[in-house]
Each structure stands twice: as structure tokens, then as C-alpha cells.
């Protein structure tokens, strides 16, 4: 109401303007109407543009009151006249007007309720008007963009739903705030007769009499009505606000009586009170103590923070390591490549020497063949010397013996001989033959005690085998009731003794073991895998520092012997397990090491990856898909080895069998395991009984060996004296024989056929040898250029043999250096998870501080310096509430009191400061209203001198002379006009016009109010009914005018006459509404600029 009010007092060229409140409340009716320039005959168009906001761009009715579909109808921004005759629905649209922007339907004077608007035989109604919403005083322009259009639907129980949609179509708003809200911002009110005329307000205004009645119209009007009313309600506020006084003072004296009472009582526990305020001043001392040890705990971890961050030791360790691998990896490549070059020699000298071994040896073959030959001819002529020797020489001897001896000895002699050499043969042979026994009984007993050795290795081995087999047995059946004991007997009271040691402070963080004791396979089938790559660590123990492992190993010492104490790790203990993600091996069939094990401590999993990379160690059952994976392809990324099943360990370029076949520490079914020990204990001992059996078997073999072989010694020895003393009687008996010459001839001619044959033999053999050196020479060649292969070769491998192991030192050296960058870049990890850990805790504490402080502010708004403990903070308070409980059981309830006096107090207080607060309240309200009023009656002589200078203005325009009298005391309006005819005469008032002239003056009447009023459009309904065409004439002439002169404004004007005589233009929208016939159900408008009206 303040806007509408405030603006209603705005000079006709201007827009929206604020008035001033400081209006000069000295200046009079003469000052103003000097002052007052107005110029109503000017005839030169204004400047001004169009109107931007408020206007009326269309309107659409559907159902609504006679008419189903009615519009759209599309205003101009300007002037605008309805015409049509009566009926054709021109006062529907303005009804329509009014209900659609909110208003009432009591302020159509159509009807009473919103139902009686909805067309007989509907549901409901509808109406939708579109206002423009351009330039800089647009209502939310962001939403609604250039125009806003009001859908408003009345329902059949009278109640009505609005909907505002932006220039797209979109619903913005459906509330009834957002409606009232744009309305007052355009600052159009509908209710207003200035700004909606009706046919019926028209019609009662020309019609009356009462000047009490015009005065009412002009309150309405300037909104000047709703001011009055707004003071009389003030008025009576102030009333009933001075009677609530009276009331309150009456009131406020028993709350005082009861107030003192309460005091007096209150007073009498002052003692226990201070206590109070004392427990009060310790609670807020409390409360800033706590935030000040945690900004104490909160500096501390920043600089902590800051340190480690300045802490860049790792991040070098971790360059350095980088260096060191990219190093390594250089050189293992230069080496591997070296390695391959002479490798690939190697193999292209293979093919070469294979094929020249062949040759040597087929040519040695030969070789060896053709001496054969030769030797066996050597050796027969060699055999025919002796013979052509023999043949001479018995030759001579039967020369020169023929005639000594008697030919019954010589025949004695020779029967003797030769059966002399029979036996001489026989000896020969079974001496053969005896040699070669000897050699058999000599070899069988180097074999027996081969095989006698052999079998006491291995029955030594099986013992010791049986006896490892025997304890683990016992150890697995101690398992039973305690699984420990599968480390070692002594385990469980290893521990026994870390747990008393932990409990007596020995440790700073109890040590963890063994680590096999603290993983669980999951796949059964991979237990001795697992078992076989971490080994001894399974009985390893890990500390969290230097430390506790110094007092663990003395510990051991009372338990483990030398050179048997399980392996130490010291690694700092956390709560988290490493992230592997990067670094670990990823294959989609076998799993690592580290996801094949359940570990339930983050540490214990730490330790394995530290200590073995079982992040990076593949398990995969099958051997032969081992190799595959590991060595027919390059392995997988980040996988080091591989292990399988049976606990074969797999490298890219090596492979190891296990010497376990089945696991030892990790088994998960000990009576499998027992049930399995047992059999093979079993197979061990019947191994070892026969092998005891075997051995006494080969004992009694070498003895009889050994008896058969002395035997035979003794046997040789006898023959070989026989022999010497059959070859002597043989001497003896030749040196005795006769001489023969009956054989000579026969003799010399055997002599001359061995001749002969020697002389062949001599021929073979000169040509065998020289075939034989031919051959050797070919063979020599052959084996030359062999040997040159083989020393190439062998210098290729002499040059590879050093470059393998200078391959694998290499390759140690990688793996070395990317273990220690592995383990810096985890503990360069491991330090930025310990920042970030503390920075998290650091903002924890932030915020912990923040909520602290904010209950301390609730506790105490004032910080408070504070220095004392905590602890003794809290002590004190609990000593005083003892106190304050002691004294409240003596004096009674003191909260109970507190509570009472503080209820009487409050409310005393409250009595009195609204009683105080009434009173400055009607004082203010007294200031207030006298200087509203004294402004009410500057503003109404303001209008009313306004109105009264544009309104003579107006009839000045037909020569007519007159004035309005307002009397604002007894609220009347009185109108006198003075026609021209008639200037002779005196004034008179309104009474005695005709209607022509009484409705020309009443135009000139609200066109002065239009002056004095601010609304973006004005509508008004059969202004010229009552006229005759002069004054009828005048009076639009004066409209156009009017509405030339402000186009900023937008001008509606229904009239059932004819609009004919206007001038033609841009700014002139005639709408006309011919009479429809009965079954039409929307009206067709035409632009009164494009086409003459119909006459």
C-alpha cells in the first residue's frame, strides 16, 4: 500500500519516481497552483516510449461467463477502443481483467461469487492474460524473460488456481504471493476505479448526486480511503494498547510482591551461590582448557608434520636406487646382447663340428681297418720268419745230427716232446682261462664293494631320512593340542616367555611369530608352493625395532641352540598393508603369493612383501603351463618367479626341482599328514631293512668271491711251475734229439714255399702302409681341422662361460637394486601414508578444535587464558559440587530455589519491560500518527489542489468555466460547470447539465484523476454513453490527447458507438467486436490500420 500511495502523486511525464517524505508541508494551495506547469492543448507529440512494464499484451477467455472461447485479444501499448454492440462480450473482457489479476468478484459488480462466472453446463473457466515485462523495471526478468503471462481457473466450488508463465511457456509460480508480488511491482491495481472503470461504477458515478458520494470516489481513487482506514485501525490499536497498560500495571505489582519474596529467599543461600559461580567460572575455565591443550596437541603435530615433509632423506634413497636400476639394466643388457653375439657363434660352429667328427671318424674307421690289415700281415710274416728260421735251423741240425742218435730214441725223444707240449698247450690255456676267472672275481668284488659302499650311503641316508620323518611325527601328534609345536618343541614355551616379557615393558611393541604360524593358505594344492618360496621365514620372527630384537634374541638364547635360532626382521609395525596395486603381479588364472594367503595382521603381510616379494611371485599348479607362462613368453608384468605346485621354483631363463614333496609347517590336515608320515616311516624302515639284508647278502658274495680268487691264485701259481718244468724238460730233451736227414728235402722245400710267401706278405704290406699313411695323413688333416673347431668353440665358450656368470651377476645386481628401490619406494610410501595420516589426524583435530571451541563459546563467549591442567581443573569441580550437594541437602533444593527465584525474576521483568515497551510504544505511536496525519493532509491537499487544476484545465478545452470544491472536512466533492451558452448566468453544479454535458464533465473529472493516479494501463467502459457527438467529440479528442501525451501509458476504452472519426495512427488500436452469430464461438479483431471500419 506504501508504493501504491507514495506513487500515486507522480508528475504525468515520468514513469515510476518515489515520492519524497519530506514533502514541504509550508506551502498552500496558491503556492501549488502558481507553481503547478501543466499544458493540456499542447499538440506536440511526446518522446516518451512505449510502455515497457504492466501493460496488456493479449487476453483469452474460455467458458467464461456467455462465451466458450473468446480472444485472444491483442492490445496495442498505447491507446486501444473495444467497440461492439451490447452483448458482444466487451464488459467480459474487463471483468475478465479484473479476475484474472486477483481481483474479487464483488469489484466487477457482476456477481457475487467466482462460480457465477463459469459458462452454464462447464466445469470451470478460464482466463489468461499476458503483461509486458521489458526495460530496466521488468519483474524478474531472469525468469519470466520478456512478457509474463497469468492463467487463472475458477473451479465449480468458487475457488480459483493461478499459474505464471514465463515468455517460453514454463510455469514459474503458483502461488498467490508471487501473483500479489508482481502486481505490486507494476504497481497496477485492479480494484481501483481509475484504473478499471466498470459499465456499472460508470454508470453510479454519472448518475449521483451525492457529493459525499464523489468526495468516497476520489478517496478510493487516490487510495487515500485505505490511508484512513489504516489510521482509524491505528487509532484503535492504540486504545486497546493503553487498556493492556493499565492491565499490565496491576499485573506487574503482584509479580513484584512475589519477586521480593523469591529474593529474600535466594539471598538466604548466597553461600552455596558463590559456590555456584565459582563451579560456573571453573565450567568456562574448563572449557577453554580443553581447547588449549588441543591447540597445544594441534602445534605439536604441525611441527611433526613439517618435519617429516622436510624430511627428504627417502625421496633421495629412492633417486639414488632409480639410478642404481637404470644402471644395472643397462648393463645387463650390454652384457646379454654380448652374451647372445657369441652365442650365436657358438651355434654357427655347432653344425661344422659335428659334421667334421663324423669324417674324423669314419676316416679313423678306415684307418684303423687298413692296419688291421697291415698288422695281421705283419704279423704273419713275422710268423713265417719264425717258421723259414725254424725250417733252417732244423735243417742244419738234421744235417749235422743225422747219424747220432738211434731212431727208437729220437722217436721216444720226439713222442716226448710233443706230448711235453701238449700239456705245455693245456697248461697255456687253463692258465688263460684261470686269468680270466681271476679278472671276473676281481671285478665282482670291486663291483660288491661298490655296491656295499653305495648301500650304506643310502641306508645312512634313509636312517637319517627316518629318524627327521620319526620327529616330525612327533611333532605333528604334538600339534594336535597345540599347533605351535610344529615350529619346534620348544615354541609354546618361547612365547610363553615373549608374553611375560611384553607384560613386564621388556618390549615397546610385542614381536610377532612365527610368521607361518600367522598366514593360512587358501587352496590347499598350494601349500608346499607357498611352503618352498618362503622357507625359513616361516619360522622367522619380526620386531618393531633394533631394540625389542636385541632382547629377542636373548630370549632365544635360553631356548634355540646355535646356528638354529630362527631369523629376525625388524620392520616398523602398521596398521595398513602396503599397496601393492602398482607393483604387484596381476595374471587372471594364478593367483601371487601374497592373494593365495589369508593374513589377518597388515604387519606380518608387510614383512613378507619386504623380506620375499610375495607380491611379485606367481603360483602356478602344473609345471609344463609354468614354463609356458615363465619361459616360452615374456612373464608377466612385475613377476619375478614362479613356483609350482610340487615346489619347483621357475625363472624366466632357470629352473629348480624341489627336494620336498610334501609340506612340512603349513599342512592344514595333520591327520593326513600323520597318516602319511606313518607310511612312509613304514616304507622307510622296510627301505632300510632291505637294504641291511642287501648289504649282508653282498658281504657274503665278496667273502666267497675273495675264497674262489685266492683258490685260483694258488691254482695259477702251481701251473705256472709245471710250465717252467715242462719247458725245461723240453730243452733238455731237444738238446738230446738226433739230428734227421731223411727229412731235409722235404724241408728246404717248405722253406723255399715260406720264402716265397714272405715275399708276398712283404708286397701287401708295402702297399697297406703305404695306404696306411695315406690314410693317416687324410685322417691327421681331418683331426686338425677338427681340433681347430673344437679350440674355436671351446675359446667361444671360454669367452660365454665368464660373460653367463658376469649375465647373472648382472642379473642379481637388477634384481638386488630393484628390491632395495622397491623397499625405499615403499617406505617413501609408507612416509607420505604417515603424513597423510597425520595431516588427516591434523584436520581431525582442526575440526575436533573447532567444535570444541564453539561449546566453549556456547559455554563462554570470551576466550579465556587459561593455566591449569585439566585434571586439576576437574578436581576442583568435583570438590565443590560435594560442597554444593552438602549444603543443598541442609538448606534444601537450591536448584529447585535458583529456578524459582529466576522464574519470579524473569517474569518481573518481562511485566515490566513489556509494560515499559507499551508505553514507548503509545509514545511513539502518538509522534508517529501526528506526523502521518499532518503528511496525510499535505498529500490531500497536494491531490486535491492537483485535480482541481487539470480538471478546469479540461473544460477550458470546450470554453467551459468551472472548479471542484473540496471540503475535506465534511467530505464532499461539489462540481460547479459553466456552459458556454450559458456564461451570462451564474455557475451551476452538476444537477442542472443535460447528460451530455454532465458526462463530458464527469470525463473531465477522471481524467484529472488520472493525472494524480500511477498505473501502467487504464480501462474504462462506455465513456460516452450519455454524450452528445459535440461533447462526445471533445472528450476523445481529449483522450487522444491525453494518451499522446503519455505512451508510457496504456489506454482501453470499451463504447458500443462507432470509432470512425479517429485519426489514423500507430499508436490508435480499434478492436472490434461484430455482432456474432448465435453457434460462433470466438471473435475475429482487426487493426483499425489495416482496413477502414465498416460504416
Not at 638354529?564 to 620392520?571: G, K, L, M, Y
Not at 559440587?881 to 549444603?887: Q, V
Not at 524459582?900 to 508517529?928: C, G, M, P, T
Request: charged share 30%; aromatic share 6%.
Amino acid at each position: 500500500m506504501g508504493k501504491r500511495k507514495e506513487e500515486s502523486v507522480l508528475t504525468p511525464g515520468s514513469q515510476k519516481r518515489q515520492r519524497k517524505e519530506n514533502t514541504d508541508v509550508h506551502n498552500d494551495e496558491s503556492n501549488e497552483e502558481e507553481t503547478l506547469q501543466f499544458s493540456p492543448n499542447s499538440s506536440a507529440p511526446s518522446q516518451l516510449p512505449d510502455g515497457e512494464v504492466g501493460i496488456i499484451e493479449s487476453i483469452q477467455l474460455k467458458n467464461f461467463m456467455c462465451h466458450s472461447n473468446l480472444g485472444p485479444f491483442q492490445f496495442g501499448s498505447n491507446l486501444n477502443f473495444v467497440i461492439g454492440t451490447n452483448g458482444s462480450g466487451k464488459s467480459s473482457v474487463l471483468t475478465a481483467l479484473i479476475v484474472g489479476l486477483g481481483g474479487k468478484a464483488t469489484a466487477t459488480n457482476r456477481g457475487s461469487s467466482l462460480k457465477m462466472f463459469i459458462q452454464k453446463g462447464e466445469t470451470s473457466a478460464d482466463i489468461s492474460i499476458t503483461l509486458r515485462n521489458q526495460g530496466r523495471d521488468a519483474f524478474k526478468p531472469e525468469l519470466y524473460g520478456t512478457s509474463i503471462t497469468v492463467n487463472q481457473r475458477i473451479n465449480q466450488d468458487g475457488s480459483r488456481t493461478c499459474k505464471l508463465k514465463s515468455k517460453s511457456g514454463t510455469i514459474i509460480s503458483s502461488k498467490k504471493e508471487e501473483l500479489i508480488g508482481m502486481l505490486d511491482h507494476f504497481n497496477i491495481q485492479v480494484d481501483n476505479p481509475v484504473s478499471v472503470l466498470t459499465q456499472e461504477m460508470s454508470k453510479q458515478f454519472l448518475q449521483t448526486k451525492n457529493e459525499g458520494d464523489k468526495y468516497k470516489f476520489f478517496l478510493k481513487v487516490t487510495q487515500l480511503e485505505q490511508m484512513k482506514e489504516d489510521y482509524s485501525f491505528i487509532g484503535k490499536t492504540k486504545t486497546n494498547t493503553r487498556v493492556q497498560i493499565e492491565q499490565g500495571e496491576e499485573r506487574l505489582e503482584e509479580l513484584k510482591q512475589l519477586y521480593l519474596e523469591k529474593k529474600e529467599i535466594f539471598k538466604s543461600i548466597a553461600f552455596v551461590n558463590d559456590m555456584q559461580n565459582r563451579l560456573k567460572d571453573l565450567k568456562h575455565q574448563m572449557a577453554w582448557a580443553v581447547v588449549s591443550e588441543m591447540e597445544k596437541e594441534i602445534e605439536l603435530l604441525k611441527e611433526g608434520i613439517k618435519a617429516e615433509e622436510e624430511n627428504t632423506e627417502l625421496l633421495q634413497k629412492v633417486e639414488e636406487c632409480q639410478v642404481k636400476v637404470n644402471e644395472a639394466e643397462k648393463k645387463y643388457k650390454a652384457i646379454q646382447d654380448k652374451l647372445i653375439t657369441v652365442s650365436e657363434e657358438a651355434q654357427a660352429l655347432h653344425p661344422q663340428c659335428i659334421s667334421l667328427k663324423a669324417e674324423v671318424q669314419a676316416k679313423r674307421k678306415t684307418v684303423n681297418e687298413t692296419e688291421i690289415v697291415y698288422n695281421r700281415s705283419k704279423t704273419e710274416l713275422k710268423r713265417l720268419g719264425k717258421d723259414s728260421e725254424q725250417l733252417h735251423k732244423r735243417i742244419e741240425e738234421l744235417k749235422s745230427c743225422a747219424n747220432q742218435d738211434s731212431e727208437p730214441e729220437k722217436l721216444e725223444r720226439q713222442r716226448r716232446i710233443a706230448h711235453l707240449r701238449e700239456q705245455l698247450k693245456a697248461f697255456h690255456n687253463e692258465e688263460i682261462m684261470i686269468g680270466q676267472q681271476l679278472d671276473q672275481f676281481q671285478q665282482a668284488i670291486s663291483k660288491c664293494r661298490e655296491e656295499h659302499s653305495r648301500l650304506r650311503r643310502e641306508s645312512s641316508e634313509v636312517q637319517q631320512a627316518l629318524d627327521a620323518q620319526q620327529k616330525q611325527l612327533r611333532d605333528l601328534k604334538d600339534s594336535k593340542t597345540n599347533a605351535l609345536k610344529r615350529f619346534g618343541p620348544h615354541v609354546p614355551a618361547f612365547l610363553e616367555a615373549v608374553e611375560v616379557a611384553h607384560k613386564r615393558g621388556q618390549f615397546r611393541k610385542k614381536p610377532l611369530g612365527p610368521l607361518g604360524a600367522l598366514i593360512h593358505p587358501k587352496d590347499p594344492e598350494l601349500i608346499l608352493a607357498i611352503e618352498s618360496c618362503l622357507k625359513g621365514l616361516l619360522q622367522a620372527f619380526c620386531c618393531d625395532n633394533h631394540s625389542d630384537e636385541r632382547t629377542l634374541q636373548l630370549l632365544m638364547s635360553k631356548y634355540y641352540k646355535r646356528g638354529h635360532r630362527p631369523q629376525i626382521i625388524v620392520n616398523k609395525f602398521q596398521n595398513r598393508v602396503y599397496d601393492t596395486s602398482q607393483r604387484g603381479v596381476y595374471h587372471p588364472e594364478f593367483p601371487s603369493v601374497l592373494t593365495a594367503l589369508e593374513i589377518d595382521n597388515p604387519v606380518v603381510a608387510n614383512c613378507l612383501i619386504d623380506m620375499r616379494g610375495i607380491e611379485r611371485v606367481l603360483l602356478i599348479k602344473n609345471n609344463r603351463r609354468a614354463r609356458e607362462v615363465m619361459q616360452h613368453n615374456r612373464p608377466p608384468r612385475n613377476c619375478r618367479e614362479a613356483f609350482t605346485a610340487e615346489g619347483d621354483q621357475v625363472f624366466e631363463r632357470r629352473y629348480y626341482s624341489s627336494s620336498s614333496a610334501r609340506p612340512q609347517l603349513l599342512s592344514q590336515d595333520v591327520e593326513a599328514e600323520i597318516s602319511h608320515l606313518d607310511s612312509e616311516i613304514e616304507n622307510k624302515r622296510a627301505q632300510l631293512t632291505a637294504s641291511q639284508q642287501r648289504l649282508r647278502s653282498i658281504e657274503n658274495e665278496i667273502r666267497q668271491n675273495e675264497d674262489h680268487l685266492y683258490g685260483h691264485q694258488r691254482h695259477q701259481k702251481q701251473l705256472q711251475v709245471k710250465v717252467r718244468t715242462a719247458n725245461a724238460e723240453i730243452a733238455d730233451l731237444e738238446n738230446m734229439e738226433e739230428h734227421q736227414s731223411a727229412d731235409i728235402h722235404i724241408l728246404q722245400e717248405e722253406a723255399e714255399e715260406n720264402k716265397a710267401r714272405m715275399e708276398s706278405v712283404k708286397q701287401d704290406m708295402q702297399l697297406q702302409s703305404r695306404k696306411v699313411e695315406e690314410l693317416k695323413n687324410t685322417l691327421q688333416a681331418a683331426e686338425k681341422k677338427l681340433e681347430e673347431v673344437k679350440e674355436k668353440i671351446h675359446q667361444v665358450e671360454e669367452i660365454a662361460g665368464p660373460i653367463k656368470a658376469e649375465l647373472n651377476q648382472a642379473e642379481s645386481e637388477v634384481e638386488n637394486s630393484k628390491r632395495h628401490l622397491q623397499h625405499y619406494e615403499d617406505k617413501q610410501r609408507e612416509h607420505v601414508a604417515c603424513i597423510n595420516k597425520h595431516k588427516d589426524l591434523l584436520v581431525s583435530k582442526e575440526k575436533e578444535l573447532e567444535e570444541k571451541m564453539a561449546k566453549a563459546r556456547q559455554i563462554f563467549p570470551e576466550p579465556i587464558k587459561v593455566s591449569r591442567t585439566v585434571k586439576s581443573l576437574d578436581a576442583e569441580m568435583n570438590r565443590l559440587r560435594e560442597k554444593i550437594n552438602l549444603e543443598s541437602s541442609h538448606r534444601g533444593n537450591r536448584e529447585e530455589i535458583i529456578q524459582q527465584f529466576h522464574y519470579a525474576k524473569e517474569r518481573y521483568e518481562d511485566a515490566s519491560n513489556k509494560v515499559k515497551n507499551l508505553r514507548r510504544f503509545i509514545a511513539v505511536l502518538d509522534e508517529v500518527m501526528t506526523e502521518r496525519l499532518k503528511v496525510y493532509r499535505q498529500f490531500l491537499r497536494k491531490l486535491s489542489m492537483h485535480c482541481k487544476l487539470h480538471f478546469e484545465q479540461l473544460l477550458r478545452l470546450r470554453g467551459y468555466s468551472g472548479h471542484i470544491m473540496f471540503d475535506h472536512k465534511n467530505e464532499t466533492i461539489s462540481i460547479t460547470v459553466q456552459p458556454r451558452e450559458d456564461e451570462k448566468t451564474g455557475r451551476s453544479d452538476l444537477k442542472s447539465l443535460s447528460g451530455g454535458e454532465r458526462s463530458f464533465s464527469t470525463v473531465c473529472f477522471i481524467l484529472s484523476l488520472w493525472n494524480i493516479s500511477e498505473s501502467p494501463f487504464r480501462c474504462m467502459d462506455e465513456f460516452d454513453v450519455y454524450m452528445d457527438m459535440v461533447n462526445r467529440r471533445i472528450a476523445v479528442d481529449m483522450i487522444l490527447e491525453r494518451a499522446d501525451f503519455q505512451r508510457h501509458r496504456q489506454f482501453i476504452l470499451f463504447t458500443p458507438l462507432s470509432m470512425s472519426s479517429l485519426p489514423t495512427s500507430p499508436h490508435i488500436r480499434i478492436l472490434r467486436m461484430p455482432d456474432p452469430p448465435k453457434d460462433q464461438r470466438t471473435l475475429n479483431f482487426q487493426n483499425r490500420n489495416d482496413g477502414d471500419e465498416d460504416q
